[in-house]
């Protein structure tokens, strides 16, 4: 009866070799995950910025002037809400030029610190 006498199951050996296979893959795996991630987080940006410039240019096709914030572009229901700054993770943090001659806040841009891929800053979008 010696073959009802084995266990079934993994040895210790065969464990330690699977975990370093799965070790090995998440490696591999993760510096291409972050790298997708932040890609991901500039994509979104450059759409909100894209989205909230062109909400500038429409109220200012319409009313002739500039909102003075964010917030009027809400209230006159140009953007639905403030975006979230995707590197910020912020609605707070985006900066508004502000020119008095041109009647308000004429331009956005991200107030997240730090450079893209190329070497821009996320400031100079």
């Given at each position: ?7 079934r199951?993994?040895?210790?050996i065969?464990?330690?070799v ?6 090995m893959l998440?490696?591999?795996?993760m ?11 500039e ?8 989205t909230m410039?062109?909400?500038l ?12 914030s964010?917030?009027e ?5 140009y953007?639905?809400?403030i ?9 707070t943090t985006w900066v508004s030029?502000?020119d008095?001659a041109?009647?308000g ?11 893209d891929a190329?070497g821009?800053r996320?400031a100079d979008?």
């Amino acid at each position: 009866m010696l073959t009802s006498a084995l266990r079934r199951g993994f040895t210790l050996i065969e464990l330690i070799v699977v975990m370093a296979i799965v070790a090995m893959l998440v490696t591999l795996a993760m510096p291409r995950y972050f790298t997708h991630l932040d890609r991901s987080k500039e994509t979104v940006l450059k759409a909100d910025l894209a989205t909230m410039r062109d909400a500038l240019d429409k109220f200012h096709g319409d009313h002739g002037r500039y909102p003075e914030s964010l917030e009027e572009l809400v209230k006159r229901r140009y953007i639905r809400a403030i975006p979230v700054d995707p590197l910020t993770e912020s609605a707070t943090t985006w900066v508004s030029l502000n020119d008095p001659a041109r009647g308000g806040l004429y331009e956005v841009k991200s107030g997240a610190p730090g450079e893209d891929a190329s070497g821009v800053r996320y400031a100079d979008w």
